[in-house]
């Protein structure tokens, strides 16, 4: 077998499209604007494995907050090579009787817990509720925009890691959303049948104003 | 020219793909069971323009109960046309001072204001609000999976219609998911922030349990 | 409930991810060119609910011509918001007797009549029409891709919205696409199998050379 | 290396996925109705290299028609194997001076010249033509959805392939969409703004009545 | 506030899409056959939360085998909830020296060490390789489709876990691929440039025959 | 019929949506970096038909190596008009005896043979093999990601064109991924299961260090 033969080969076959390493992956360039499908991707050329692991979740969160709840994310803002391919991940940690409060976002989301006991669930749109107590290796799928929450029931704190399908999910916690913003007192009654004076009270623990 | 050619011609090239005008749209057929991608199709021989066109909104909802709202839905379910085809449209009849209560769904949705002047609003996921006063003719986007809603601000009965691109989408009201089901008034405590007192409150309105 | 410890709370949790709610939308911003899914975004940070209302459609189009249509478009191109979502409107005003010609465009559409009278079908690829009479408040649906027309046949003028899941829908309308440009007058009779007499008096009208 | 302990891992390694190789492809079974996505899949156990390939495209297309072209398609209906998998191909035979007439169809097409010569256009939704003559070994794009047409211009025979990205592609020819079915004299003159005496004659070569 | 009017307002507004809650998620439902989007859904009524939970990950993996790892899946095949999501899981437990061979699969998969310490890579199309030591808490995203691998360099047994944005997602092992059926080795040896001695070696441990 | 009051139809008609056919195609523009729904297009305004046709497969790949074997590409980065539309083309020249080594790519690929005898054949997630003899006119397909291969067993050179739907396809070549870079050769002999003496003689040849 001769070497020189199969380098002319070589040589030619990946020539021609020696630039389409481009479509394996698609690093985020933050030099450019965001659009529909995500950021411009970084030049292969100066990529290493570096810009494929990310450290971030090795570190718990900090849970000393009045929800006892820490969460890191890795999402394309903060570990780029996610950018284009449709996954992140975040790493919850939760003190003892803390709380991921009720929230929403676009993609479906799958927990798996590492340590603790919580309970975990979501409720669909004909406000069914699917809720259960979950351990140590338990995994749990939220649906896409269904509303969910966690809460460590345990006597220890937990630890769960979250995948979701997007590199770049929103998120939408109900409780600010309502709260912590100058949407007025008498539409956000009307909109959600809340009493007043419970409307003005979170208003001033979430910074809300109006 | 000659019929007969033509017709020989005719024959020929529709024959080799006559069947495939089953793509062109699938009228769901409700004696199969629902895939992720929507229901199997109807056979198109039977099919008339009848399939095509629905008059369930040109009746106006009832607006006598507690919202002040009727919502009437051209959805898969009831107009089986749109299935698979991610376009579905509802019609919103709101008594003064009628409210569409905080609700998101999966998909985008467009309202254009046929009649009366409502205030509606979007929340990002930012917990920034986006809410104007809109009169006949205007348009108001709420991108996907972002908590909105509509309220009658008018002197006269309001009348929109919204478009969702999706033939099936999921409506999630904040607060009936919330109080109307057996989710614990102590998680829903812990997950809302929001009183003991007012939770029960509305659990005993929307007929929540625990 | 201490304000302090939940802000500090509030503040670990959204800093974190605090520029993701670019994801949340992508207003087309001008200045940069169009990819395959659309605009770059503008930056979330400088815009208002004024972005995402539209007024343009309140207007009615002017009918004054020969074919006593006026069509109103709210798609990326004039209502930036839409950029990315996946959605459109269109108002079509159309005078007594006056017609939307044939045309299409690859994203399906629903129509909703408001007002008038008109007729409104569509051809499937097997040569199918399917066409009906459609009163106020009457929807259909014209699946994607298929050749499509309204005409008014009440005593009135017409007006109705259009709904497309796209936010950059392309229209071909067939007759300015065969007479109102350069394709040869014998390219087109064997393609159409028109006559040469009906193209040329066609083409003249409509500014088509060749 | 011991057979025996890799043979365990084998077996546990593969068991525990092994009949998720029915979505590496999803051969069409045609007991079943077609979905929004496609056929449901045969079961792979029962499949064969014979499944996935497919002869028909080897024979020439009968050309003795008024167009002089003859079309054989590779589609789901004739190749199942190619559901879901977002892929078809279609042989053209052109007769001297034979026609493809102009169609469109939602997918986008890459034709490939094998002999002849022919001209090849477009037009796109603002009514510009893209056409030119192509020889042997030319590929042309044509955009997904609009209008285009293949004509020989050659002396001899023309022979190409076309690749379309759909496994389901629609087919919509215009002339026989307008002339080949029972929408009304009148309202063709009205949406395609026709001669009368023109829709007539074509009617009556098409099989339309009306 | 009347109970009795909201319960009016509540029954009407969702009892005009009761039904739609099908689309919240969509359970596979076994007794049909697969499509191209994934299986239909079950009854969403006789769901409840202990369908939506999988503990199958909880448990190890057995390792005692030639490669020295055990793989364990939770996707639609043995988690049904997850059918139509875009999400699934699974658990890597690597013994010390234990290898994931190089294998391939069409979507994305982003790996979270959980224990141990291990090497993991990947080869994109222009054959540069991007490998990497991770240690607990690390994350590292495989692109889609392209060859990657883990190897146990540690001391200890290595725990991760993996997740992929299909809830159907196919494996292909390259070795297996080439040594564990009937391709006839003078084939393999073409294609592939090994050995003939190399070929029938791999061939007798994993299987091969021809 | 007044070819003015036409005029101003159409005027108005177009000038509306007059830059919407910026979507009808999307020609790669080079000038910005590409995203991960391909390149930013070229102002439609400049292009014609030249851009949308091309000559390169034309012309037959050199098979003066050692597989015997040219491939020449038809994909965004040389016939820009694919950019967002999802198809490219390739040509095979296959010299008698010549192979195109086994070698995957994320999305599904069509292979029609127009000259000559080969054996095509992959290997699907189960390791069975579908492996055919095709001849002039057949095609196979070939279904994402999966490995596969084609050989020349014929006693005349082979002419094939693939078509695969992506305009940007990855290639990846099993055997100069594992033997063409700095892999190890002890990663590369526990992740293969391949012999360190046969891992040295192809990364010689091949290129590879370490």
Same sequence: chains 1, 2, 3, 4, 5, 6.
Avoid at 35 to 43: L, R
Avoid at 101 to 116: A, C, M, T
Avoid at 166 to 175: E, G, K, L, V
């Amino acid at each position: 077998m001769s070497i020189l033969k199969f380098a002319i080969f070589y040589f030619l076959f990946h020539l021609s499209y020696a630039q389409t390493n481009i479509v394996d992956f698609c690093v985020a360039d933050f030099n450019y604007p965001v659009g529909p499908a995500g950021f411009p991707c970084k030049n292969p050329a100066n990529l290493t494995a570096d810009d494929f692991v990310y450290s971030g979740l090795g570190v718990a969160g900090n849970t000393s907050n009045i929800l006892g709840v820490g969460v890191t994310f890795a999402i394309d803002l903060t570990f780029p090579a996610l950018n284009g391919l449709g996954l992140s991940m975040s790493r919850l940690d939760i003190a003892v009787g803390g709380v991921v409060p009720i929230h929403s976002h676009r993609v479906s989301e799958l927990i798996i817990v590492i340590e603790g006991t919580i309970i975990a669930g979501f409720i669909d749109s004909n406000d069914k509720v699917y809720s259960k107590t979950l351990n140590k290796g338990d995994i749990m799928i939220f649906p896409q925009s269904l509303l969910h929450f966690q809460v460590n029931v345990g006597n220890t704190p937990a630890l769960a890691f979250v995948s979701l399908n997007s590199a770049s999910p929103n998120f939408q916690i109900t409780t600010t959303s309502l709260f912590s913003n100058d949407l007025p007192t008498e539409i956000i009654r009307k909109i959600s049948l809340l009493d007043v004076t419970q409307i003005k009270k979170l208003k001033k623990i979430l910074g809300g104003t109006n």
